[in-house]
């Protein structure tokens, strides 16, 4: 069992940048892909990049790249959304998962999420 709390949402202006945290409980964390979702009202949720268990891998929806980084700290059962050059659609509430095997893009497959952390980005 993982429990999930994101945290470091907030009001950012265009071009600006946030860190989000995802605080997971339960000894098994490090055993988990983590990844990143954000959602707007009146549309699916929507990957945004995703780790692997140790971190050797990761995965971006091209509309991030080279803007969002996704990393992890096992010593302290976190993972972080780095964001920069944030852009008006970016805002969103973001959500970390995680999932027994690979960093997949596919939200389905998750089997455990955060409570979610609203990011505004003004324009």
């Known amino acids: 069992q993982v429990q999930l709390v994101e945290s470091g949402g907030g009001l950012v202006q265009a071009g600006g940048s946030l860190r989000l945290s995802c605080a997971a409980s339960?000894?098994?964390?490090?055993?988990?892909?983590m990844g990143w979702f954000r959602q707007v009202p009146g549309k699916e949720r929507e990957f945004v990049a995703a780790?692997?268990?140790?971190?050797?891998?990761?995965n971006y929806v091209d509309s991030v790249k080279g803007r969002f980084t996704i990393s992890r700290d096992t010593a302290k059962n976190t993972v972080y959304l780095q964001m920069n050059r944030l852009q008006s659609e970016d805002t969103a509430v973001y959500y970390c998962?995680?999932?027994?095997?690979?960093?997949?893009?596919?939200?389905?497959?998750?089997?455990?999420w955060g409570q979610g952390t609203q990011v505004t980005v003004s324009s």
């Open positions: 339960g000894r098994t964390f490090s055993t988990y892909s």
């Open positions: 780790i692997t268990w140790n971190g050797s891998r990761t």
């Open positions: 998962a995680a999932r027994t095997g690979g960093p997949v893009n596919d939200r389905t497959f998750y089997e455990y």
